[in-house]
């Protein structure tokens, strides 16, 4: 039962993710994409105050399955963001790609950290 | 199918393009897609959880792995033809969905996180840039595979 909201979970969250990502990419003037970006931050804050409500207040773990790694597991992507990465690095824009993948990292470890610490208090 | 039905203003003009992530059958696809994903992240991760303080093999397996595969197939696609009919089906249905469901940032991020609170600093910056690295290194290894492989098709 858990494994079948967990899919449902991350079919939704794949769904939100594409729906988000088109309408950030369609607003977008920068030749640099920012549609996971904005995704991955979000959803790394998300999952950080979930995994914190299961961590310090005992929430359960099956919430944690369902909207962790179904939903917000399916909402991020780490497979978009390496493409998205990688062809910047092979149309010759290195540092545009240094800072694609630097910057989403830096932004989501910090944002699961501020999710952890909301979470906490 | 392109003659507009006249004295019916309240139907849609059957010209107008409509985005992708605004077709339902898009949608759909992207939700069966996505839930095959993340089910099958679901089973591995279950399957071989990480031990507290180590680092977490499984979510850095599926990660590069569909980073690899990612990778290769916009490149095939890109190169077989435009990005339309079954050929944007398979983009949005296979690579938005399924490996989009599959892959995981947040998971990934948290981790990274729980090692620094639990005092494995190093170990989750090894985890963290290790991560993106060769995450990177796969997208642009299948990118490169898919081309190679065009390449010699033509051929």
């Known amino acids: 039962m858990t494994a079948l909201l967990v899919a449902l979970g991350g079919g939704l969250g794949a769904v939100v993710r594409f729906v988000v990502d088109g309408a ?7 030749s640099f994409p920012l549609g996971t970006l904005l995704i991955n931050v979000s959803g790394s804050l998300l999952l950080g105050v979930l995994t914190g ?4 207040h005992g929430s359960p773990t099956e919430l944690q399955a369902v909207v962790g790694t179904g939903f917000c597991g399916g909402y991020t992507t780490f497979s978009t963001a390496s493409v998205e990465a990688g062809r910047l690095l092979l149309t010759e824009r290195r540092w545009a790609a240094v800072a694609h993948a630097a910057g989403m990292l830096v932004a989501s470890l910090a944002a699961a950290a501020v999710g952890l610490w909301l979470a906490s208090v | 199918m392109a003659v507009r039905q006249q004295g019916r203003p309240t139907t849609r003009p059957p010209t107008t393009p409509r985005r992708p992530h605004q077709d339902p059958r898009f949608l759909v696809l992207v939700l069966v897609g996505g839930a095959l994903g993340t089910v099958t992240r679901y089973a591995i991760e279950r399957a071989f959880p990480a031990a507290e303080g180590s680092w977490p093999w499984a979510t850095f397996a599926i990660n590069v792995v569909g980073a690899f595969v990612l990778g290769a197939l916009l490149e095939s696609l890109l190169r077989t033809g435009a990005d339309e009919g079954w050929r944007r089906a ?7 969905g399924v490996l989009g469901g599959f892959t995981t940032y947040s998971t990934f991020a948290v981790e990274a996180d729980l090692l620094v609170r639990d005092g494995h600093a190093l170990l989750a910056a090894g985890y963290a840039v290790g991560s993106v690295v060769l995450g990177v290194g796969a997208a642009v290894g299948g ?13």
Request: aromatic content about 6%.
């Open chain 1, 24 to 30: 950030v990419q369609r607003r977008n003037r920068l």
């Open chain 1, 53 to 56: 409500l299961v961590l310090f």
């Open chain 2, 90 to 96: 398979v983009r949005v249905g296979v690579g938005t």
């Open chain 2, 143 to 155: 990118i490169l595979a898919a081309g190679r492989f065009a390449a010699r098709d033509r051929s």
